[in-house]
């Protein structure tokens, strides 16, 4: 069975520098990888995906992400945090099979930006 | 093209009770997810419905349950409830391409007292 751990449970950076998440997951094969943002009270915001291909992935909001198999990681980068880019980010492992949508999440880590 | 959509957004009930939490997917969307997400035990999958069919559910007791309708809209119910039922219950659909990419909805907050 798939699992996400995100070591990291709380991260405090202070605006304009730089930000990497953790993520490690466990997982036969070649997973799909997925990182979202969760604001206060709302629902998840996807920023990035990986499926296949290049192992940089770019997302939204200036996020990227690179998948390394050598070391079962995909780690969230961002070169330099906005106080708005505050929030918890949750890193999750997919299920690579046709018709399986289950997603497996890791805890989150939630971001505080110092001004 | 409009996002997901969950009513409501707020449930407040008693333990005993039951409650039922609707989801419409994305036009098009024919998969649609449930989860629950508590400060103790993260976010976690419930169950995913795929042309009104059950396909994969996960370990949650009897007590949740859930459908899909022609139109892929989907309900889920929740008996018996208890205090440890309280939580964020997010939905998610997707199309069916086997890529897994989600798109969640707001939530529902249920309390229960």
């Known amino acids: 069975a798939q699992s996400v751990t995100q070591p990291d449970i709380h991260i405090t950076v202070s605006e304009g520098a730089s930000l990497e998440l953790r993520c490690n997951y466990s997982y036969g094969a070649t997973p799909y990888l997925f990182w979202y943002v969760q604001s206060p009270g709302q629902g998840l915001q996807l920023l990035l995906k990986y499926f296949s291909g290049d192992t940089l992935v770019q997302g939204i909001k200036g996020f990227e992400a690179e998948f390394k198999r050598s070391q079962s990681s995909f780690n969230l980068r961002k070169p330099s945090v906005h106080w708005s880019d505050a929030a918890e980010y949750f890193c999750?492992?997919?299920?690579?099979?046709?018709?399986?949508?289950?997603?497996?999440f890791g805890q989150g880590t939630r971001l505080t930006i110092n001004p | 093209k409009a996002g997901v959509t969950q009513t409501p957004r707020y449930l407040i009930k008693t333990r005993g009770q039951q409650v039922t939490l609707s989801c419409s997917p994305i036009?098009?969307?024919?998969?649609v997810s449930w989860y629950q997400q508590t400060p103790g035990q993260g976010l976690q999958f419930l169950f995913e419905y795929f042309s009104e069919t059950q396909r994969n559910k996960g370990n949650f007791p009897g007590r949740f349950s859930g459908r899909q309708f022609s139109n892929s809209r989907s309900e889920m119910n929740v008996s018996t409830l208890e205090l440890g039922d309280s939580a964020l219950y997010l939905c998610?659909?997707?199309?069916?391409?086997?890529?897994?990419?989600?798109?969640f909805g707001p939530g529902t907050r249920l309390t229960v007292l």
């Open positions: 036009s098009g969307h024919r998969s």
């Open positions: 999750a492992v997919g299920a690579r099979s046709q018709g399986a949508q289950k997603l497996v």
């Open positions: 998610a659909s997707s199309l069916e391409t086997g890529r897994n990419e989600q798109f």
